[in-house]
């Protein structure tokens, strides 16, 4: 782990202030204010949006990298 985690923490923080395309796949169940989804890459991502945009795909703005998620805000959904 002490190898990987630099690794993994580098590679997310060259998304932060991109927007990606993000599979919004329910409430987040350690903050019901985010929303949780995947990107097409597989990493999981955490964002501000309205429930109603769980199932579809949404376009969001990361803001913040974490070890093993990204933190973001929801552009739209398409």
Not at 5 to 32: C, D, M, R, W
Not at 40 to 57: L, P, Q, R
Request: aromatic fraction near 8%; charge should be negative.
């Amino acid at each position: 782990m002490e190898t990987i985690n630099p690794i993994l923490f580098e590679n997310n923080k060259s998304y932060v202030g991109k927007t990606l395309k993000v599979l919004a796949e329910g409430v987040n169940t350690q903050n019901n204010e985010l929303i949780s989804g995947r990107t097409e890459y597989n990493t999981i991502v955490h964002f501000k949006a309205d429930e109603e945009v769980i199932g579809s795909i949404v376009d969001v703005l990361i803001t913040d990298n974490k070890t093993f998620y990204l933190m973001g805000d929801a552009i739209s959904n398409i």
